[in-house]
T-cell receptor, first 117, second 113 residues
Framework: EPEVTQTPSHQVTQMGQEVILRCVPISNHLYFYWYRQILGQKVEFLVSFYNNEISEKSEIFDDQFSVERPDGSNFTLKIRSTKLEDSAMYFC???????????????FGQGTRLTVV | LAKTTQPISMDSYEGQEVNITCSHNNIATNDYITWYQQFPSQGPRFIIQGYKTKVTNEVASLFIPADRKSSTLSLPRVSLSDTAVYYCLVGDPYNNAGNMLTFGGGTRLMVKP
């Protein structure tokens, strides 16, 4: 079964450093997403990406964050100047172009656990 | 996106049927109801999606009354491995390239032996 792949599985970084979280979405998918989940809390939407541009972003996704699809296969989330409160699981998801009558499920990766110290 | 309300937690025993109800009073005409499952330290996983009446697949059934203001996820004969958080989401999956997945708090299901 095709899957969304995220690397690394765990990243520890010092406060103030920049991190790049990487995702390889499923190959025929056109919509890409980043979500985060602080320990013990709900899954929060960060950003969606379609047709090589951001289609929607949440209040969380401020100037500290950026996304990129540099080579047609990877989808990255960059966090500049990390803060302690950025510590969370970050999930990448992707889905196909939905067609009426089809399930529109999003496929999630296993996540990257980011720990800012 | 319509807001959803689910019980925070539920307990069950192996072999029982579990029904988790979700309220979505402000559901819009084009909205579908989708359920995801999440195990600890894993990404959410799609379970089932429906628009009205009843949908069944190999793992669950989804019951949606005529007014669509609520829905019920039914898990037949649960096992210990069904212990997870279950999320009900409501949104239009076809006309929005943006965020179609707004997660609420979910229902934490604990299956006991």
């Amino acid at each position: 079964e095709p899957e969304v792949t995220q690397t690394p599985s765990h990243q520890v970084t010092q406060m103030g450093q920049e991190v790049i979280l990487r995702c390889v979405p499923i190959s025929n998918h056109l919509y890409f997403y980043w979500y985060r989940q602080i320990l013990g809390q709900k899954v929060e939407f960060l950003v969606s990406f379609y047709n090589n541009e951001i289609s929607e972003k949440s209040e969380i996704f401020d100037d500290q964050f950026s996304v990129e699809r540099p080579d047609g296969s990877n989808f990255t989330l960059k966090i500049r100047s990390t803060k302690l409160e950025d510590s969370a699981m970050y999930f990448c998801a992707s889905r196909v172009q939905p067609a009426t009558g089809m399930n529109t499920e999003a496929f999630f990766g296993q996540g990257t656990r980011l720990t800012v110290v | 996106l319509a807001k959803t309300t689910q019980p925070i937690s539920m307990d069950s025993y192996e072999g029982q049927e579990v029904n988790i109800t979700c309220s979505h009073n402000n559901i819009a005409t084009n909205d579908y109801i989708t359920w995801y499952q999440q195990f600890p330290s894993q990404g959410p996983r799609f379970i089932i999606q429906g628009y009205k009446t009843k949908v069944t697949n190999e793992v669950a059934s989804l019951f949606i009354p005529a007014d669509r203001k609520s829905s019920t996820l039914s898990l037949p004969r649960v096992s210990l491995s069904d212990t997870a958080v279950y999320y009900c989401l409501v949104g239009d999956p076809y006309n929005n390239a943006g965020n179609m997945l707004t997660f609420g708090g979910g229902t934490r299901l604990m299956v006991k032996p």
